[in-house]
């Protein structure tokens, strides 16, 4: 029995056949690809299926959740626990609440959008299987990598193999897990 994958792996020399092959690689049905890249190649999120992100609307609900907190501190702090009478102004006297309301907005969002983007990249990853393919460390400086993950659905590593030889890969390796 063979050890369990996490894909199989592409190396190529510039960004045009990393898009090339990304989009091959989808029209062939592949739907979990990777691509590393050492620049922006525009046009790659595309070609391997990249959705959109849910980051805006976590740092929306973070907005929200830290200007309601912030008002609500206040709010309690001058209405309930302490009201003063100054020179009889009301107690709830809303505009007072408004600078450290809109800061802790920003500061809610802030983190919100901070966190949320951890989440969803899946970090902190202090290691990937990838680190451990011959040549990788490349893909910061001046190589393409494009990987057909194991966890497609109809992942097989043969035809993953044989799909990316066809897109004029430099070199194409498994990848265990």
Known sequence: ??????????????????????QRARED??????????????????????RGTRVPLAGLIGGIAGGVAGYLVQWWTAVRTMPLDVAGRPDHSWPAFVPVTFETTVLGAALATWFGMLAMNGLPALHHPL??????????????????????????????????????AIAVREVPA
């Open 29 to 50: 049905g592949w739907r979990a690809l990777d691509a590393y890249a050492p620049e922006r190649v525009p046009g790659l999120a595309e070609a391997v299926g990249v």
């Open 1 to 22: 029995m063979s050890a369990p994958l996490h894909g199989v792996v592409a190396e190529y020399g510039d960004a045009g056949a990393l898009r090339a092959a990304a």
């Open 131 to 168: 680190f451990d393919v011959p040549g990788f460390e490349r893909a910061s400086q001046d190589r393409f990598f494009l990987c057909i993950a194991a966890r497609d659905p109809a992942f097989d590593p043969a035809a993953a193999r044989r799909c990316l030889e066809r897109t004029g």
